[in-house]
């Protein structure tokens, strides 16, 4: 779920291009519709710490109403809206600074992928 296009088109490109079934969302009311209408498990979050004023751990709660075992990845190039990921690893978030390359963006997909 990504607010800016330039940043969410590419990144969804290269995951799929990766074999990832990717769903985009422009915003946090399309990202819990698509959540709630997903049939199969959606396995990672991967969003905005803040956008369109709803912080991304409260999406990240909506969203698990649907997919209780979702993992999230919060990304944000804006430090101030960072307070409630900046211990996420302590609070079981992960999290990447923007800009970040679609090689950057992989490795850490897989990395919190792969992480019980």
């Known amino acids: 779920m990504e ?44 969003c905005d710490a803040v956008t369109h004023g709803m912080p991304g751990d409260v999406l990240l709660g909506l969203v698990k109403q649907f997919h209780p075992n979702i993992k999230v990845l919060f990304v944000s190039s804006r430090g101030e809206e960072l307070t409630m990921v900046e211990n996420a690893p302590e609070a079981g978030f992960d999290y990447l600074p923007k800009p970040f390359s679609p090689a950057a963006l992989a490795l850490k997909v897989r990395e919190v992928l792969d992480r019980d």
């Open 3 to 46: 607010d800016q296009p330039d940043v969410g088109a590419p990144a969804a490109k290269a995951l799929s291009d990766l074999g990832y079934t990717v769903l985009e969302a422009d915003g946090p009311l399309e990202a819990i519709e698509l959540g709630r209408n997903q049939t199969s498990a959606i396995q990672l979050l991967v």
